[in-house]
């Protein structure tokens, strides 16, 4: 054991080598009160007993120590430091809090909490084809963190479709081995005091890290891998400005890489840190790439994007049937939320909501609200809750907040709902006054404190934008047009929650919304058509969209017209396409499931082109009128394939790395990109260039082509 790394190790946390020996070592702490002397023994003649006595009298908490190893030592001081033996019931206390906030409003029943596992895909950097996740997915992201090195899990999925449920259960997972791992569990929320990430992350580390552990001990940690970092919603705090379906133009990315910065510095030696956000086209853009490969393989990146729900492992067997029987379409309810109320609800009211499904997402909040009665002996009617909470989610979207301190959310219930309030007060049973009565509220089932108690937040994504979506729909369009600027991600949550709603409710808030279409990022834009209206209006040019799932979907030119635009990553699912809406178009790494084309199509080339779409042999892509074929000779030039396969090397020039293939659009700007995309394309069939969806990568017959050819 080499005696010097056992030296520099004490004084990582904190202590001063008094004595240094070749047979022992004293070492000191002085903290506060606590005065600690711990003599590491390393000859059998060494006088212990003396020195022990020694220090015991100038008053040390002296301890005899023989570490036979680094690891031994780092153990003892980690569990020391960290107070290990609390970390099992702190991961308990947390989860279990977490776990009843979830289904207390099902007051009276013997309904607990349960996860399920969410179908999932995973991508890796270095992986050709993305992976459809067979196993459960905490087992799989924990036999990720438990590889050695450093490594950054990234989950991803849309607004309420179970990131912080997966966040808790990987926060559970610890319980196994909470005697040598302490996790951090941080949830991120925008309030009005929301500052810079760094010291936003920094803040809620110190509230949960239970120990008086300077922050440069705790750095040390999570470097180590004992402290592993759980930050549940990293999205919260990214600019309302960001668009999160653009293809990822670098001034919007500088905040994003900023925050990012923060992590990647701490990314080195065996550091776990798993981010949970919404979906967005941040982590499948180039600079994210780029970003990554900053750092010089200091760590690999895992992304694994949670999908839509499998409907059969939330129900019975009985009630999936019911609803297959009474052919009610599977995507009006394939939100976990509303299936937790189908799987909970007792069979006669599972029966009787069956036979209108459009009012399931309505009487899911009349179920929850009547039982919110029982649950804290409220005499408010379910209908005046409603009421009550929709304008709280309004004024949240007024402060561009997502959680508020409890005295702030309790002044904001009372100044849009103090009459309402008022005289419920003078029906009270038992005397209150408006402040108690509003205190009440804030112990609300719609609202969620666990984890800090002083913070409240609607209880999820779903809940916070059906309810904005709602008070949207009621109130004048001059709310929405006030907005300045426009918060997209919180009208992004409304729009997403009204998926399963009636379609005269769809209608009535894309009426209210098309007013500030031209204030929408071009993704918000799309997407509040899609959902609400299932067709496209309006004309774009040069946009990009990244990561989209279309589905149901008629685009035709009389409608949309979209001109200098590029598809990425995106799946195009049951979709009607007029030719005529695309002008120079570019799809790549799209996937067409059951799509067709509109009858009246035009004869003339409208320069749709497509990079590494798969159409699953339906005939779909050929069927366009895309780009004649060019002449082959400029395409098989040498060295224009030598400078596409160079794309495909690290700075080094040996070492191969994934690109993007619209990040090449970008990096051939001023060639013929029918030409450079023709020679991509023969490269690819010649087996140098590998393909999935967006992502390419170098066969070992490419690099062997690349260097056998390379200009030195």
Not at 6 to 28: C, H, M, P, W
Not at 451 to 480: C, H, M, R, T, W
Not at 485 to 491: D, F, Q, T, V
Request: glycine letters at 4%; charged letters at 25%; aromatic letters at 12%.
């Amino acid at each position: 054991m080499d005696i010097d790394n056992i030296d520099r190790l004490f004084q990582e946390y904190g202590y001063d080598i008094k004595e240094s020996t070749a047979s022992y070592r004293v070492y000191l702490l002085n903290q506060g009160m606590y005065h600690g002397a711990e003599i590491q023994i390393m000859n059998d003649n060494t006088e212990e007993t003396q020195i022990f006595e020694r220090y015991s009298k100038l008053g040390y908490h002296a301890k005899k120590q023989r570490f036979r190893s680094i690891e031994e030592a780092e153990s003892y001081l980690f569990k020391g430091f960290f107070n290990t033996q609390t970390t099992a019931n702190d991961i308990n206390r947390r989860y279990t809090e977490f776990a009843t906030n979830q289904v207390k409003h099902y007051c009276g029943s013997d309904i607990k909490y349960q996860y399920i596992s969410m179908p999932y895909s995973i991508y890796k950097e270095d992986a050709e084809d993305a992976i459809n996740g067979t196993s459960d997915i905490i087992s799989v992201i924990k036999e990720t963190i438990n590889r050695k090195g450093a490594h950054l899990v990234v989950v991803e999925a849309a607004a309420g479709f179970g990131k912080t449920c997966t966040a808790y259960e990987i926060y559970k997972s610890f319980l196994d081995s909470s005697e040598y791992h302490k996790p951090i569990f941080t949830e991120l929320s925008r309030n009005r005091d929301a500052k810079q990430f760094k010291y936003i992350l920094w803040s809620e580390i110190d509230k949960e890290k239970d120990t008086t552990a300077k922050q440069e001990l705790v750095v040390y940690n999570i470097k180590k891998g004992r402290i592993p970092l759980i930050i549940d919603g990293f999205d919260e705090l990214l600019s309302k400005n960001i668009d999160p379906g653009k293809t990822g133009q670098l001034n919007e990315f500088e905040q994003v890489e900023t925050m990012l910065s923060t992590i990647g510095d701490l990314l080195t030696d065996e550091a776990k840190i798993i981010l949970t956000s919404r979906k967005t086209a941040i982590f499948a853009g180039t600079e994210f790439g780029d970003w990554v490969d900053s750092y010089n393989g200091n760590f690999d990146v895992i992304r694994f994007q949670l999908e839509k729900p499998n409907i059969k492992q939330w129900l019975s067997t009985e009630r999936y049937e019911e609803i297959i029987g009474k052919n009610i379409p599977l995507e009006s309810i394939s939100n976990p939320v509303l299936l937790t109320y189908l799987r909970n609800i007792d069979q006669n009211n599972f029966s009787d909501l069956l036979i209108y499904p459009e009012t399931i997402t309505d009487k899911y909040f009349e179920y929850l609200l009547n039982r919110e009665k029982e649950r804290q002996n409220l005499i408010i009617r379910w209908e005046d809750q409603m009421q009550i909470f929709e304008n709280l989610a309004r004024s949240f979207v007024e402060f561009d907040i997502t959680g508020e301190n409890r005295s702030f959310v309790k002044e904001l219930i009372i100044e849009y709902n103090k009459s309402r309030l008022l005289d419920y007060k003078e029906l009270m049973p038992t005397k209150q006054t408006l402040e108690e009565l509003a205190d009440t509220l804030t112990n609300h089932a719609l609202l969620d404190r666990a984890g800090n108690k002083d913070f409240i937040s609607f209880i999820n994504e779903f809940i916070f934008g059906y309810l904005l979506g709602k008070s949207i729909q009621k109130e004048p369009v001059a709310f929405l047009q006030k907005l300045a600027p426009l918060p997209n991600n919180l009208i992004e949550l409304a729009v997403c929650s009204y998926k399963y709603s009636s379609k005269k409710d769809k209608l009535e808030l894309w009426n209210k919304l098309s007013v500030i279409k031209d204030k929408m990022s071009f993704y918000l834009a799309v997407i509040t058509d899609c959902v609400l209206i299932g067709k496209i209006m309006g004309t774009y040019e040069c946009k990009g969209l990244n990561s989209f799932h279309f589905e149901d979907l008629k685009i035709f030119s009389e409608e949309c017209k979209f001109t200098e635009t590029s598809f990425v990553d995106s799946v195009f699912e049951r979709c009607t396409f007029d030719v005529n809406a695309f002008h120079n178009v570019t799809f790549t790494g799209c996937k067409f499931i059951d799509c067709n084309m509109r009858d009246n199509l035009s004869s003339c080339s409208h320069n749709i082109h497509f990079y590494g779409c798969d159409d699953y042999n339906n005939g779909f892509i050929s069927s366009l009128k895309v780009m004649p074929t060019f002449d082959l000779q400029k395409q098989e030039d040498i060295d224009l394939e030598i400078e596409i396969l160079g794309k495909f090397f690290k700075v080094d020039g040996k070492s191969p790395k994934m690109k993007y293939i619209s990040a090449l659009r970008k990096e051939f700007e001023g060639q013929d990109l029918d030409v450079v995309f023709a020679t991509f394309e023969i490269l690819k069939k010649k087996g140098m260039i590998l393909i999935d969806g967006n992502n390419s990568h170098i066969s070992k017959s490419g690099i062997s082509y690349y260097h056998k050819n390379i200009q030195i």
